[in-house]
């Protein structure tokens, strides 16, 4: 079995950064990308940021650009998110998610990590 689990989440003052982390553990995977999304209640959940496995490309929603930049670990994996000049809107759970290979989206997916950010 594969599991994704997120870490890093936090409250913080607007304006600040934080750094997500994305580990998976268990059984050997390939996938085509991996990305975080986010979800406030209410609300659907958004990709906010993805990077594409085999070239390292990044992409990310309108409302983060400039502020948020994806990565990847060079083994396993990894994957993080570092959060700049976050805004109370950026509140949400973030979500880690991968697209692996013979899957038709981002099927997996991990348990979320809560993001708090007060003005």
């Known amino acids: 079995q594969v599991q994704l689990a997120e870490s890093g989440g936090g409250v913080v003052q607007a304006g600040d950064s934080l750094r997500l982390s994305c580990t998976a553990s268990?059984?050997?995977?390939?996938?085509?990308?991996m990305g975080w999304f986010r979800q406030v209640p209410g609300k659907e959940r958004e990709l906010v940021a993805s990077?594409?496995?085999?070239?390292?490309?990044?992409y990310y929603d309108d409302s983060v650009k400039g502020r948020f930049a994806i990565s990847r670990a060079k083994v396993g994996h990894t994957v993080y998110l570092q959060m700049s000049s976050l805004k109370p809107e950026d509140t949400a759970v973030y979500y880690c998610?991968?697209?692996?290979?013979?899957?038709?989206?981002?099927?997996?997916r991990g348990q979320g990590t809560q993001v708090t950010v007060v003005s």
């Open positions: 998610a991968a697209h692996r290979v013979g899957d038709s989206g981002y099927n997996l």
């Open positions: 268990g059984r050997p995977f390939s996938v085509h990308g």
């Open positions: 990077i594409r496995w085999s070239n390292g490309a990044p």
